[in-house]
T-cell receptor, first 114, second 114 residues
Framework: NAGVTQTPKFRVLKTGQSMTLLCAQD?????MYWYRQDPGMGLRLIHY???????AKGEVPDGYNVSRLKKQNFLLGLESAAPSQTSVYFC?????????????FGPGTRLTVL | AQKVTQAQTEISVVEKEDVTLDCVYE???????LFWYKQPPSGELVFLIR??????QNEISGRYSWNFQKSTSSFNFTITASQVVDSAVYFC???????????FGDGTTLTVKP
């Protein structure tokens, strides 16, 4: 099992450009999450999904959109990137009931917006 | 609303010292889960332990031990005889039953010097 994978690992964008980050999991988890981590700070939840076709806002959703068309994939989109979105992005997935929402994380995507 | 506080931003110890990382949480639920995750310098996030609110038994795993006390809303993590490889950022997290998402503390950066 690959666990949780993220594509790409690194990306540099110019202000105003758009991009999509892909998260894939092969553990048949119902729940998936997107976080951002800024230097010296903890994890802040952007959006999450409790099942295929559903999404919900986290604590810092502005400037991002998500989609969960397939159970195994969770996409994070930036429509018009801003320097404030420079960060490391982590995807995670979990069971809810079976494991009390223990989250398994991807390796992260380092995004720089110039 | 749930909240997790890790008051220690940074801790520095010398190898073989014991160190305790503090975690205090707030929740109105009676059923919840607590977690510790480790983020080594390589950047990945690794699950260490999960406890549910009905199980206050302390747990020991090798050099690691966890002390869960509902009376003080704390879930502290102790590393005995620390090693350089323990250097990492450690995150405490809380999930309320059926919440669908976790709240993370801001993390404690532990540096173990040789």
């Amino acid at each position: 099992n690959a666990g949780v994978t993220q594509t790409p690992k690194f990306r540099v964008l110019k202000t105003g450009q758009s991009m999509t980050l892909l998260c894939a999991q092969d553990m048949n988890h119902e729940y998936m999450y997107w976080y951002r981590q800024d230097p010296g700070m903890g994890l802040r939840l952007i959006h999450y999904s409790v099942g295929e076709g559903t999404t919900a806002k986290g604590e810092v959703p502005d400037g991002y959109n998500v989609s969960r068309l397939k159970k195994q994939n969770f996409l994070l989109g930036l429509e018009s990137a801003a320097p404030s979105q420079t960060s490391v992005y982590f995807c995670a997935s979990s069971y809810q009931v079976q494991e009390g929402n223990t989250q398994y994380f991807g390796p992260g995507t380092r995004l720089t917006v110039l | 609303a749930q909240k997790v506080t890790q008051a220690q931003t940074e801790i520095s110890v010398v190898e073989k010292e014991d160190v305790t990382l503090d975690c205090v949480y707030e929740t109105r639920d009676t059923t919840y889960y607590l977690f510790w995750y480790k983020q080594p310098p390589s950047g990945e996030l690794v699950f260490l332990i999960r406890r549910n609110s009905f199980d206050e038994q302390n747990e020991i795993s090798g050099r690691y031990s966890w002390n869960f006390q509902k009376s003080t809303s704390s879930f502290n993590f102790t590393i005995t005889a620390s090693q350089v490889v323990d250097s990492a950022v450690y995150f405490c997290a809380l999930t309320e039953m059926n919440a669908g998402k976790s709240t993370f503390g801001d993390g404690t950066t532990l540096t173990v010097k040789p």
